[in-house]
């Protein structure tokens, strides 16, 4: 079974197609929100990704979800829902069939952000662990045969453990700004 996306080359415009749909949230849920981040394998220079822009939306509160919902849906998302992770709301988006960017949208305080952060900023300054965790990414999609599932349980234990390492040298702090 395949994966949503096959994985690819670290694509230079992956930084601009954020910036283009942060503006794009941020212009339809605006005071709705506190920050917009690049998150996931995207976000990380020369990391072999699946080409979907990962998004992490941090709401003032979840009070505004039904306007969240509302915008993201105007926006051309799909509203997934809680996807297993209470308080944290999933949206995905498809162009001419293919999913392009995924957001995740929860406020400050809960654990995702904390973690979400960690792994991408320790990602940044931890080269070798980003290729490590690029080649595990090529051998799971080349062994897959049960799709997304297999592929995301293959990543989990690893994942795990950057974010463990990241939280212990103090790494995840998030910088709320528009």
């Known amino acids: 079974m395949p994966l949503t996306s096959d994985l690819c080359a670290y694509n230079p415009q992956w930084p601009a197609l954020f910036e283009g749909e942060r ?64 308080g944290r709301y999933y949206y995905s988006k498809h162009t001419a069939g293919v999913r392009t960017h995924k957001a995740h949208v929860c406020e400050r305080s809960h654990p995702n952000v904390r973690q ?6 320790y990602m940044l300054d931890h080269v070798e662990e980003a290729q490590a965790y690029g080649a595990l990414k090529v051998k799971l999609a080349e062994t897959n045969t049960n799709g997304m599932t297999e592929y995301l349980d293959g990543k989990q234990d690893y994942i795990a453990g950057i974010i463990e390492k ?12 528009r």
């Open 166 to 177: 990241a939280l212990d040298k103090g790494y995840g702090h998030c910088l709320i700004s």
């Open 23 to 86: 503006i794009q949230i941020q212009n339809k849920l605006g005071d709705c929100i506190l920050a917009i981040h690049h998150i996931g394998s995207t976000a990380i220079p020369e990391m072999i990704a699946k080409p979907e822009i990962d998004i992490l939306v941090i709401a003032r509160q979840m009070m505004d979800m039904e306007t969240v919902h509302t915008g993201m849906t105007k926006l051309g998302y799909d509203v997934r829902g809680e996807c297993g992770i209470e």
């Open 116 to 121: 979400q952060m960690a792994f991408r900023n």
